[in-house]
């Protein structure tokens, strides 16, 4: 029987005007599907005209400034619409979503589908339920005391994943990917006994867990950044907040 790991796998990635999930854009997405480690993985990429200005500091990031999306991205609402059902797509075939820091960016989405749909990805899921694999969330857990950061950049250098495009959609999308695959086969001996379902579970006990730690780093810091302990996806805010 073929591991989860060496399976077919998709992968998601954004990149956005901004880090607040509750008020910054997506600019661009992308999906890549791949069957099988030696596979060719499919791509499909989006890029969007966000209707508001990109900061300077997120461009720098990614690279895409006002000017090339105006020209050539699309209006979010039919965007939106499309990223949805190809993510349902993944939910109705029972294969598991790659997303790394998942809480950004399908929180990100779920409210780009409110403000331009009148939806949200629970409602574009059609009931479906999404099973998502979170490297950061993975690694931080099976290997928790390893000191430094843990950004898709240093996770590829963590497990020896070659990463070439950095903070371009699909790129990073196939790097999350392939770190995936790589933590599976490193921590084989305590994962291959457990279906994405199981582990979609359990990431978001292990997320939380892993939230409540870094509150409590933060209060003793002095520091008094909220740390949201859900997983995979944040509650939407009531709207007096």
């Known amino acids: 029987m073929v591991c989860w790991y060496e399976g077919p796998l998709a992968a998601f990635d954004t990149e956005t005007t901004g880090v607040d999930v509750e008020s910054d854009r997506i600019v661009s997405a992308a999906?890549?599907?791949?069957?099988?480690?030696?596979?060719?993985?499919?791509?499909?990429?989006?890029?969007?005209?966000?209707?508001?200005?990109?900061?300077?500091?997120?461009?720098?990031?990614?690279?895409?400034?006002?000017?090339?999306?105006?020209?050539?991205?699309?209006?979010?609402?039919?965007?939106?619409?499309?990223?949805?059902?190809a993510l349902a797509e993944q939910a109705r075939a029972g294969?598991?979503?790659?997303?790394?820091?998942?809480?950004?960016?399908?929180?990100?989405?779920?409210?780009?589908?409110?403000?331009?749909?009148?939806?949200?990805?629970?409602?574009?899921?059609?009931?479906?339920?999404m099973t998502v694999l979170d490297p950061r969330v993975l690694d931080k857990h099976l290997d928790r005391y390893r000191k430094g950061r843990r950004t898709l950049t240093d996770l590829c250098a963590q497990y020896g994943i070659e990463q070439e495009g950095a903070h371009e959609a699909a790129a990073d999308a196939k790097a999350a990917l392939d770190v995936v695959r790589a933590i599976g086969r490193r921590y084989a001996a305590?994962?291959?006994?457990?279906?994405?379902?199981?582990?979609?579970?359990?990431?978001?006990?292990?997320?939380?867990?892993?939230?409540?730690?870094?509150?409590?780093?933060?209060?003793?810091?002095?520091?008094?950044?909220?740390?949201?302990?859900?997983?995979?996806?944040?509650?939407?805010?009531?709207?007096?907040?």
Do not use: K, Y
Request: cysteine-free.
């Open 190 to 241: 305590r994962l291959d006994r457990l279906s994405p379902a199981e582990l979609h579970s359990l990431q978001a006990v292990w997320h939380a867990a892993q939230a409540r730690g870094l509150q409590a780093w933060f209060s003793r810091n002095g520091s008094e950044e909220a740390v949201d302990p859900a997983w995979p996806l944040r509650p939407e805010l009531p709207a007096a907040a």
């Open 31 to 85: 999906l890549v599907v791949q069957d099988s480690p030696t596979s060719l993985p499919r791509g499909t990429r989006w890029l969007v005209n966000p209707g508001v200005p990109i900061p300077e500091a997120a461009t720098r990031v990614h690279g895409l400034t006002d000017e090339h999306v105006r020209m050539n991205g699309r209006w979010p609402a039919p965007v939106m619409e499309e990223i949805a059902r």
């Open 95 to 129: 294969r598991p979503l790659v997303v790394m820091n998942a809480p950004f960016d399908l929180t990100l989405l779920d409210r780009e589908l409110r403000r331009h749909r009148a939806s949200s990805l629970t409602l574009a899921l059609q009931r479906r339920p």
